[in-house]
């Protein structure tokens, strides 16, 4: 089963920047589809930004324009470009992978967005 590290989050002002990323390991990600999610305190976990093997792309609303998904598979990793952050941007944001046979999701990584 693959196993999913995030990376990258951290305290941000608004309107700065960061770059998650996601390293898989124990399998290959070139033939499946990839997400990056989000749980606010209170809040639902939603999708915000979904990669498919063929590097098609789906992005929440509120963030498009601003965040951008991309994939390495040479690397087996998935990144997730975040900028003009907001404070309704502050989550915790996991990785997961959509596999034939399961999904899996990494532990996930803070991001606060605060001045």
């Known amino acids: 089963q693959v196993q999913l590290a995030e990376s990258g989050g951290g305290l941000v002002q608004p309107g700065g920047s960061l770059r998650l990323s996601c390293a898989a390991s124990?399998?290959?990600?070139?033939?499946?589809?990839m997400g990056w999610y989000r749980q606010a305190p209170g809040k639902q976990r939603e999708l915000v930004a979904r990669i498919t093997r063929t590097s098609n792309t789906v992005y929440l609303y509120s963030v498009r324009g601003r965040f951008t998904i991309s994939r390495d598979n040479a690397k087996n990793t998935v990144y997730l470009q975040m900028n003009s952050l907001k404070p309704e941007d502050t989550a915790v944001y996991y990785c997961?992978?959509?596999?034939?046979?399961?999904?899996?999701w990494g532990q996930g990584t803070q991001v606060t967005v605060s001045s």
């Open positions: 124990g399998s290959s990600i070139s033939n499946n589809d």
């Open positions: 997961k992978i959509t596999t034939t046979l399961y999904d899996s």
